[in-house]
Structure formats: structure tokens, C-alpha cells
């Protein structure tokens, strides 16, 4: 079982602003930084957002990270009908050299 | 750009080894973390370890007595052992590079992935 908690579901409508939240602990997400992965049915995951906050080239400014103590959240604004899919938080446990972990994931559904 | 592929038996039988490859095409294997996780049917992503260019590596504690990832410079290519498997071994298998500094804490994400390859463990 993940140590890293996400809800099982999130939806909205066309345009809505959806948000994901990644609960952790001081030893992983209150130590290192989150990581957020998509994954679109059927595919294999895609990196969204790294160090917290950052977005790897391509990826649209619709999503967008934050992080505070040993919680981390992912915001979709403009919500559109591609963004159906899975979303997973990642990060270590204690440090690089000791556990990944991934989040519980979440289905976000556009209505 | 860089891209991955796993490759490997479909169908592994109980108590056997569980091996996959994954080569690196369109870019350098050396200088980089390379990382394998996995995906049973209807579940989320798990990671199984990390291996660096130079041979370093990093299990997860559960799967540690059973899992060696090993690397091959020369023919561009990283590979997961996993031995007596069991039926819980079943998943999508993926391997990515991980972008990460271990020695400064920097975790830039697995920002390239293979598609995947189905692993059943039956008899």
C-alpha cells in the first residue's frame, strides 16, 4: 500500500478548475520534492510536473503543481476533455538513494 | 529524441525468472539513472528499483532478495531480473529514465518511458 494518499476520483465540466491533492509525511513529501505523472487510458505514464512545481517542455500551462509541508496538490484549469485520465504523485522516502514512492493515483473524469 | 523498449517474455511460469531488456535508442545510456516499475492489472504504478550508468543500484526493500537490474553500456540496453515469481508478479512492466542528482537531492522526474510490456506469471 502507498504512503502517499490521493483521492480515488475527481471530475468537472468543460473549462472547470480541478484540483488533486497528494498527502504525505515529513519523510518523503516533507523532505524531497513531488513529482505529478498523467496517464492517459491504455498508455504508459507522462512526466506533468517535476520539482514541485515545474513543467517539462510541452506540457500546458493548464496544469500547474504546488507543494506545502507533507502536502502537495495539482491544479487543472481549463479543464478540456484529453485531460481524462490518471494522476499520480511521486517522491522518495527519506532520500534518492532510498525508496520511491508513487501516490494511490486518481481518475479525474470530465463530465 | 531518446526512446525506450522493453522487450522480453510475454509469459512466465510460476517459481521461474521473470527477465526483461530495455534498450535506449537516440541518446546516451551512460551518465543517466535508469529505473524499471511496474503495473498490475487494474492497480497503480509501483517502482521496482534504479540502476545508474555505472552499474549503481537501488531496490525497493520488498522486492530486494528477488531483483537484479543490471546494465550493458555497449549495447545500450538495462534489464530486470525478477526471480520465483508468482502470480502477483503479473503487471505491465516499464522502463523509464529517471533524471535525478543524487548526490545534490535533485529529482527532475522520469521524463522518458517505454510503452510497456504485459508480463503474465501463470502455469
Known amino acids: 500500500q502507498s504512503v502517499l494518499t490521493q483521492p480515488p476520483s475527481a471530475s468537472g465540466t468543460p473549462g472547470q478548475r480541478v484540483t488533486i491533492s497528494c498527502s504525505g509525511s515529513?519523510?518523503?513529501?516533507?523532505?524531497?520534492?513531488v513529482n505529478w505523472y498523467q496517464q492517459l487510458p491504455g498508455t504508459a505514464p507522462k512526466l506533468l510536473i517535476h520539482?514541485?512545481?515545474q513543467r517539462p517542455s510541452g506540457v500546458p500551462d493548464r496544469f500547474s503543481g504546488s507543494k506545502s509541508g507533507t502536502s502537495a496538490s495539482l491544479a487543472i484549469s481549463g479543464l478540456q476533455s484529453e485531460d481524462e485520465a490518471y494522476y499520480y504523485c511521486?517522491?522518495?522516502?527519506?532520500?534518492?538513494?532510498?525508496?520511491?514512492?508513487f501516490g494511490t493515483g486518481t481518475k479525474v473524469t470530465v463530465l | 529524441q531518446v526512446q525506450l523498449q522493453e522487450s522480453g517474455p510475454g509469459l512466465v511460469k510460476p517459481s521461474e525468472t521473470l527477465s526483461l531488456t530495455c534498450t535506449v535508442s537516440?541518446?546516451?545510456?551512460?551518465?543517466?539513472?535508469w529505473t524499471w516499475i511496474r503495473q498490475p492489472p487494474g492497480k497503480g504504478l509501483a517502482w521496482i528499483g534504479y540502476?545508474?550508468?555505472?552499474?549503481?543500484?537501488n531496490y525497493h526493500p520488498s522486492l530486494k532478495s528477488r531483483v537484479t537490474i543490471s546494465v550493458d553500456t555497449s549495447k545500450n540496453q538495462f534489464s530486470l531480473k525478477l526471480s520465483s515469481v508468482t502470480a502477483a508478479d503479473t503487471a505491465v512492466y516499464y522502463c523509464?529514465?529517471?533524471?535525478?542528482?543524487?548526490?545534490?537531492?535533485?529529482?527532475?522526474?522520469?521524463?522518458?518511458w517505454g510503452r510497456g510490456t504485459t508480463v503474465t506469471v501463470s502455469s
Open positions: 523509464a529514465r529517471l533524471d535525478i542528482v543524487v548526490g545534490e537531492g535533485q529529482d527532475y522526474g522520469m521524463d522518458v
Open positions: 537516440g541518446g546516451p545510456l551512460t551518465g543517466y539513472y
Open positions: 540502476i545508474f550508468s555505472s552499474g549503481i543500484t
Open positions: 515529513s519523510s518523503n513529501i516533507g523532505s524531497n520534492s
Open positions: 520539482t514541485d512545481n
Open positions: 511521486a517522491t522518495w522516502h527519506d532520500s534518492l538513494s532510498g525508496l520511491h514512492v
